[in-house]
């Protein structure tokens, strides 16, 4: 009814289905018995419960947690169902601001995206698919649903339909991707295509498009393959681009805008950026794109100079976008074991 996405309403039910599991264990099986004592109960059982890994949940897993019960419950007293919320004093955990754990640099990246093996028609599609992971960031699940009508070829642009948030952006693609990308669609993916054609832009050899799980097995492998000592796999490139950009120049602004995040306070910016800008941008400080030309417009004046902002507030900024990519991470590769 409230138009949100799959995946919100997958992780609603995931971690409300932890609790309920957890109360079933104790023999509460209605809402009506759940006090502000067994909220409290079920926040300390989170503090002390340990993964696979014998790692505790972080404070951000733990809070994550906590809201989707406290949510839980004041619907409930809105719905008339409750006639208090029994978790509506909780004192919630306060979420640590971290940084990325691994990140590739220029020469390493390179490594990885080395890694297909060209002589396969499937080793084209890779290589296409990690290049276009390096020069836009895109998330896991946008990579998935591109389609072969998303690519302006023309114009060097992607266009993301429906990321996350529901929300649709352009995306200036570098020249190196656009190349790989489009010997791709002219030479290995019409033999991948079976009728009636989805349009899908990256298909499996079977024809179909990738599951998101698939599409992370794989792309580990090629980062496992580059021994870089660095462990991610589609979100890796996500942190990548965004940290090699900021070190070659790019205001954050800039990358918060490929990034689609919707806004970061730390920035204190309210005005969107241009696509011509965010191109021009993108080919100056991105290793993969082309720079010739385009540092002739920036000193002609095309390209927006960058605020001087105090190296304060900018580390802040900084810390609180790889903040948000940390919280966004859907490759799995951190997921945290339910609370059974």
Known sequence: ???????????????????????????????????????????????????????????????????????????????????????????????????????????????????????????????????????????????????????????????????????????????????????????????????????TLFLTNQGEAFSPAHLTRLVRTYVAAAETNKQGACHLFRHTMATLMLENGADIRYIQEMLGHAELTTTQINTRVSIKQLQAVHALTHPAAKLAGVRAAAEAGEVEASSERPELAKASAVAELFSQLDDEDDDGDDQEVSAE
């Open 1 to 199: 009814m409230r138009n949100y996405s799959e995946r919100t309403v997958e992780n609603n039910q995931s971690y409300l289905g932890v609790f309920v599991a957890w109360c079933e264990a104790r023999s509460i099986t209605r809402p009506r018995e759940v006090t502000k004592p067994i909220v409290e109960r079920y926040q300390r059982h989170l503090f002390h419960l340990r993964k696979e890994n014998g790692k505790p949940l972080s404070f951000r897993a733990q809070y994550a947690r906590l809201m989707h019960v406290r949510g839980y419950f004041k619907w409930l007293a809105r719905q008339n169902a409750l006639l208090w919320n029994p978790a509506s004093d909780l004192d919630l955990p306060r979420p640590e601001q971290r940084l990325p754990k691994h990140v590739l640099t220029a020469s390493e990246a390179e490594r990885v995206l080395a890694q297909p093996d060209l002589s396969d028609p499937l080793g084209v599609r890779d290589r296409a698919m990690l290049e276009t992971f390096y020069s836009t960031g895109i998330r896991r699940m946008e990579l998935v649903k591109l389609g072969v009508y998303d690519l302006d070829i023309e114009r060097e642009i992607l266009m993301v339909r429906q990321g996350k948030g529901k929300k649709d952006r352009m995306l200036p693609l570098g020249e190196r991707a656009l190349a790989w990308i489009e010997r791709y669609v002219g030479d290995v993916r019409p033999d991948l295509v079976m009728p009636p054609d989805p349009g």
